[in-house]
């Protein structure tokens, strides 16, 4: 049986209530940053993701800045953002971070009709991307999951 609550006009259970005050209590230790609607096919994209996913953040600065893909100036922007979220929201130490993951989700496409010959077409599906980029604090980690044991 749920207990509810009247808060400002709106019901919510009691369960619901403590589960929020647990999640503001608990430490943070990583941010996050999303770039979506990115016109680069994701499959392009994933290979670069992949080549950072794990590896500090100035490695995969590194790693980004020699690289000569598209995808690598995109990724780079928004690991810089996700860095910047890390540094003023939650105040992170920016040389503990690393790349905690890192992935492209497919977006909408766009189709558009390339004339073929005897009055067909082909449709050509141009890909979007939702590139995600999740940086955590090694050391706030570490000390976390101490304190959880």
Known sequence: MQVLI????MKRSK?????????ASMPIYE???VAKYIRISPRKARSVANSIRGKNVSEAFTILEFSPK???RIIKNVLKSAVANAVNNHGL????LYVYTCYVNDGPRMKRLWPRGRGSADIIQKR???ITVIVRDREAEK???EEKK
Do not use: I, T, V, Y
Request: net charge positive.
């Open 70 to 72: 598209k995808a690598a």
């Open 128 to 130: 979007m991307s939702h």
């Open 93 to 96: 130490n920016e040389e503990n």
């Open 31 to 33: 941010a996050r940053a």
């Open 15 to 23: 369960f619901h209530r403590e589960r929020k005050e647990k999640l």
């Open 6 to 9: 009247k808060r400002n006009g």
């Open 143 to 145: 000390a976390a999951n």
